[in-house]
């Protein structure tokens, strides 16, 4: 585990065991520990569980919904515990963000390459109203950006659709 304000709250410092929950929940089993790029690391990994999950439409609207409500709970909750806002460790809202992009169309490999990329330069760059969502109290600022970045990387696709039958 790398050192880090959250790891003492994986490690047991804390007695509260929702704690615990909350962060690895946040930090996708601890994803977020990685010492270069969390955020890229966590959508990554979100990729790869896209692509190898055979999720129906359905299934996917399913799990966006499981993933942000336990990211508004468990961000908020790693927010308050560590009086940090919006920690890089907190990889769970990469994880809604890129399933969101991924709503429409074939979850292939090369349409989940250019959504992760996509998202990545949405998420990093924060157009608006992204960078506004930011600043949402609790959990919902840490999640709100990406799901922002998740809905131009949507339409980014849907257009690609549109003008180059690309999907």
């Known amino acids: 585990m790398r050192d880090s304000p ?5 490690a047991g410092a804390s007695g509260r ?11 996708v089993g601890g994803v977020g520990y990685a010492p270069v790029a969390p955020g890229t690391v966590g959508s990554a990994v979100a990729a790869v569980l896209l692509w190898l999950i055979p999720f129906s439409n ?3 609207v399913f799990f966006l919904l499981a993933v942000t409500s336990a990211g508004l709970w468990a961000s908020h909750r790693v927010e308050r ?3 940090v806002r919006d920690p890089g460790a907190i990889v769970i809202d990469e994880v809604a963000g890129l399933t969101l992009a991924l709503l429409a ?8 390459v250019v959504a992760f ?9 924060k157009p608006f109203p992204a960078r506004a ?6 959990g919902a600022g840490a999640m709100a950006d990406d799901l922002v970045a998740g809905l131009y990387t949507l339409a980014a696709l849907l257009a690609l659709e549109a003008v180059a039958r690309w999907l």
Do not use: Y
């Open 133 to 138: 969502a930011e600043r949402l109290p609790g």
């Open 6 to 10: 959250a790891a003492p709250v994986l």
């Open 17 to 27: 065991r929702g704690d615990r929950v909350a962060m690895l929940v946040a930090t």
């Open 58 to 60: 359905v299934g996917l």
């Open 81 to 83: 515990v560590l009086g």
């Open 105 to 112: 169309g074939p979850r292939t490999l090369p349409v989940i």
């Open 117 to 125: 990329l996509l998202f990545r330069v949405f998420d990093v760059l």
